[in-house]
């Protein structure tokens, strides 16, 4: 079992920054995929960001170009630097992992996630 303890959440205005931060119970270097996805009330969670064991990656559209997604293997550390924030990115923002190949766009694939931590944008 692999717990993911996230956090870095906040309330900034729009404009402003965070970072999100991920460390997982293993090394970092038996993920596969790490991913952020997010969750706005009302709303389904939807994948933000996916980086692999190689370190390939790919965002959503709604968030290319302001996010970075990164992983720090020496100090087994996911982490996601979030700038220009509009009030839309506004939700809870999970960390999930994966040891095996799946989609890493698709949340149902995903067996180890975090607790979630609450960002809100304001404008």
């Known amino acids: 079992q692999v717990q993911l303890v996230d956090s870095g959440g906040g309330s900034v205005q729009a404009g402003g920054s965070l970072r999100l931060s991920c460390v997982p119970s293993?090394?970092?270097?038996?993920?596969?995929?790490m991913s952020w996805f997010r969750q706005a009330p009302g709303k389904e969670r939807e994948w933000v960001s996916y980086?692999?064991?190689?370190?390939?990656?790919r965002y959503a559209d709604s968030v290319k170009g302001r996010f970075t997604i990164s992983r720090d293997n020496a100090k087994d550390s996911l982490y996601l630097q979030m700038n220009s924030l509009v009030p839309e990115d506004t939700g809870i923002y999970y960390c999930?992992?994966?040891?095996?190949?799946?989609?890493?766009?698709?949340?149902?694939?995903?067996?180890?996630w975090g607790q979630g931590t609450q960002v809100t944008v304001s404008s």
């Open positions: 999930a992992a994966s040891t095996t190949w799946i989609d890493p766009m698709d949340a149902r694939a995903y067996m180890y």
């Open positions: 293993i090394s970092t270097g038996s993920l596969i995929y």
């Open positions: 980086i692999s064991k190689s370190g390939t990656n």
